[in-house]
């Protein structure tokens, strides 16, 4: 995918720094690039930054290669080994540094305090600190008092990324939404402004606001996701049709289409990170998330059905052969990070199957897991073949050239991806979710 076509420059390009070339961070310095803003990344890792300052994308996202590429070339998008560097004259710094789930479930600060202290001593007490890591309420107000310790007066504005992986350039180029928030208003006003090019809708508030932003999005749908399970786990038990039961309810205006598929689960690097941040932020103030430590167990409890739906219809897993098809937590991309297929593959074979898996990007380094280089390899020998992630790949999958290699007959498909009539006319049972 090439990059989109230029949006209208800004009244004013900025000089700015972002912390960190990971797949936030990459994709945010590379739109601000296209949109015509000048941008010096920092990043530490040696062979990351040697790919990036030839004008190479380490990271596999559709676009992205291509954007980064023309940023260089355009003498607009520069990449250093050094955050101090990065941020030296910069009149914002976006700091996109990774924030790991900690004990309990806490967020880890450490890579943003560190990226923090770094430039503390180089930017400008007006220049804006920009914390586009997920974080959770409150982690603004401790960042600036961190700051203060240092004599870096800086504002600190949170302005969250919303980025879905296998669409991010286009989420970057063309976000729904920018949420900025801060105490001071003329950092936020900035940063704001920073976005005009986009011509998103901003929201603009305090930093704990746009904090609580991020979170309550990324629960609202996983707990979605959740409830479709739910839905489709009674709709076997009671004789109905998941699929027109969906249907009926995406047809209400107050719900609408999306996130309305049932599946193995969520999974990625921010759903159960940032559910789980969120029951802990909340515990820490004294209140108890019932609604959200409901979706985190029912979210695990779908694993174990697809699971036990697999171990049904080899008739046991001891010495069997299961074909998984996906590694990936969902299709286009390479992203195994909480990947429920990974999570399902870890369970069939601690229960004694042997895995035979095919990812069109993903790869894993896991006991009793072989992968294997296409689909039709995956179901050979295969006693029973699941499918774990949503490639479009699978969807256009002959059957019959699957049936003819499988050992087996049964089809579990946990993504409800294939067409049921096709997988039954090549003589294979075939098992979805709520069907």
């Given at each position: 995918?090439?990059?989109?076509?230029?949006h209208?420059?800004?009244?004013?390009?900025?000089?700015?720094a972002?912390?960190?070339?990971?797949?936030?961070?990459?994709?945010?310095?590379a739109?601000?690039?296209?949109?015509?803003?000048?941008?010096?990344?920092?990043?530490?890792?040696a062979?990351?930054l040697?790919?990036?300052?030839?004008?190479?994308?380490?990271?596999?996202?559709?676009?992205?290669?291509?954007?980064?590429?023309?940023?260089?070339?355009?003498?607009?998008?520069?990449?250093?080994?050094?955050?101090?560097?990065?941020?030296?004259?910069?009149?914002?710094?976006?700091v996109?540094?990774?924030?790991?789930?900690?004990?309990?479930?806490?967020?880890?600060?450490?890579?943003?305090?560190?990226?923090?202290?770094?430039?503390?001593?180089?930017?400008?007490?007006?220049?804006?600190?920009?914390?586009?890591?997920?974080?959770?309420?409150?982690?603004?107000?401790r960042?600036?008092a961190?700051?203060?310790?240092?004599?870096?007066?800086?504002?600190?504005v949170?302005?969250?990324?919303?980025?879905?992986?296998?669409?991010?350039?286009?989420?970057?180029?063309h976000?729904?939404?920018?949420?900025?928030?801060?105490?001071?208003?003329?950092?936020?006003?900035?940063?704001?402004?920073?976005?005009?090019?986009?011509?998103?809708?901003?929201?603009?508030?305090?930093?704990?606001?746009?904090?609580?932003?991020?979170?309550?999005a990324?629960?609202?749908?996983?707990?979605?996701?959740?409830?479709?399970?739910?839905?489709?786990?009674?709709?076997?038990?009671?004789?109905?049709?998941?699929?027109?039961?969906?249907v009926?309810l995406s047809?209400?205006?107050?719900?609408?289409?999306h996130?309305?598929?049932?599946?193995?689960?969520y999974?990625?690097?921010?759903?159960?990170k940032?559910?789980?941040?969120?029951?802990?932020?909340?515990?820490?103030?004294?209140?108890?998330?019932?609604?959200?430590?409901?979706?985190?167990?029912?979210?695990?409890?779908?694993?174990?059905?697809?699971?036990?739906?697999?171990?049904?219809?080899?008739?046991?897993?001891?010495?069997?052969?299961?074909?998984?098809?996906?590694?990936?937590?969902?299709?286009?991309?390479?992203?195994?990070?909480?990947?429920p297929?990974?999570?399902?593959a870890?369970?069939?074979?601690?229960?004694?199957?042997?895995?035979?898996?095919?990812?069109?990007?993903?790869?894993?380094?896991?006991?009793?897991?072989?992968?294997?280089?296409?689909?039709?390899?995956?179901?050979?020998?295969?006693?029973?073949?699941?499918?774990?992630?949503?490639?479009?790949?699978?969807?256009?999958?002959?059957?019959?050239?699957?049936?003819?290699?499988?050992?087996?007959?049964?089809?579990?498909?946990a993504?409800?991806?294939?067409?049921?009539?096709?997988?039954?006319?090549?003589?294979?049972?075939?098992?979805?979710?709520?069907?």
């Amino acid at each position: 995918m090439a990059p989109a076509p230029d949006h209208a420059a800004p009244a004013a390009p900025r000089r700015l720094a972002v912390l960190g070339a990971g797949y936030v961070g990459l994709t945010t310095a590379a739109g601000f690039a296209h949109a015509g803003h000048r941008v010096r990344v920092g990043e530490a890792d040696a062979r990351r930054l040697a790919a990036l300052q030839a004008g190479e994308s380490p990271i596999t996202e559709p676009g992205l290669a291509a954007l980064v590429a023309a940023g260089v070339a355009a003498g607009r998008l520069e990449f250093c080994a050094d955050n101090a560097a990065a941020a030296a004259d910069a009149e914002a710094v976006f700091v996109a540094v990774p924030t790991p789930e900690g004990a309990g479930g806490r967020v880890d600060l450490s890579f943003v305090m560190a990226a923090l202290a770094a430039v503390a001593a180089v930017v400008g007490p007006s220049t804006p600190l920009v914390i586009k890591s997920s974080v959770p309420p409150g982690t603004a107000a401790r960042l600036t008092a961190f700051l203060r310790e240092l004599g870096c007066a800086a504002p600190v504005v949170v302005n969250p990324e919303f980025l879905q992986e296998g669409r991010a350039v286009q989420d970057v180029l063309h976000p729904y939404r920018v949420v900025v928030g801060s105490d001071d208003r003329d950092a936020a006003a900035l940063v704001a402004g920073l976005h005009e090019p986009f011509g998103a809708p901003v929201v603009i508030g305090g930093a704990a606001s746009a904090e609580l932003a991020k979170y309550a999005a990324n629960a609202y749908l996983a707990t979605r996701l959740t409830f479709v399970n739910a839905i489709a786990h009674l709709a076997e038990a009671v004789g109905a049709d998941a699929g027109d039961v969906l249907v009926a309810l995406s047809l209400d205006p107050r719900v609408g289409p999306h996130y309305l598929r049932p599946g193995p689960g969520y999974g990625g690097s921010c759903f159960p990170k940032d559910v789980r941040a969120l029951v802990a932020a909340a515990g820490d103030h004294g209140h108890d998330l019932k609604l959200l430590r409901a979706v985190v167990e029912t979210n695990d409890d779908q694993l174990d059905r697809v699971a036990a739906k697999v171990r049904t219809a080899a008739g046991g897993l001891q010495g069997k052969v299961v074909g998984l098809l996906g590694l990936a937590f969902k299709g286009g991309t390479a992203d195994t990070r909480s990947s429920p297929a990974v999570a399902l593959a870890e369970r069939l074979t601690a229960a004694g199957a042997s895995v035979q898996a095919y990812d069109p990007a993903a790869r894993v380094d896991l006991p009793g897991v072989v992968l294997v280089p296409d689909a039709v390899a995956a179901a050979a020998g295969a006693d029973v073949l699941l499918v774990a992630t949503e490639w479009e790949e699978f969807a256009a999958l002959e059957p019959a050239a699957l049936a003819a290699v499988m050992r087996g007959r049964a089809v579990v498909d946990a993504r409800n991806l294939l067409d049921r009539d096709a997988v039954e006319a090549a003589g294979l049972e075939y098992r979805g979710l709520g069907r």
